[in-house]
Nanobody, 124 residues
């Protein structure tokens, strides 16, 4: 069972940037894809971005061009660089491991080993 720990959340102003990190346990990190999701109060968990075991990525339309997902397999860490943040980006951000061979999926049910989340607050 992979354990994931997200860090890097905080309070920022609209237009600012923030980088989230997700550290994973285990020795097979490079063998699976990872994703970032977010959940705002009263809303369903929403896909943000995903990255393969190497460099392939895909994004939600709402963040494309502003957010960048990356990973450092030597550090067992995946990152989410968020630029030009908007109040609508405010949410708890979660990282998760893609559990099935469903590359391209945005469905949370295809991901598992969820971290505890990190809060991102964006003031206008």
């Amino acid at each position: 069972q992979v354990q994931l720990v997200e860090t890097g959340g905080g309070l920022v102003q609209a237009g600012d940037s923030l980088t989230l990190s997700c550290a994973a346990s285990g020795r097979t990190f490079s063998s699976y894809a990872m994703g970032w999701f977010r959940q705002a109060p009263g809303k369903e968990r929403e896909f943000v971005a995903a990255i393969s075991g190497s460099v392939n990525t895909y994004y939600a339309n709402s963040v494309k061009g502003r957010f960048t997902i990356s990973r450092d397999n030597a550090k067992n860490t995946v990152y989410l660089r968020m630029n030009s943040l908007k109040p609508g980006d405010a949410a708890v951000y979660y990282c998760a491991k893609m559990e099935s061979l469903t590359w391209g999926s945005t469905n949370p049910s295809h991901f598992g080993s969820w971290g505890q989340g990190t809060q991102v607050t964006v003031s206008s």
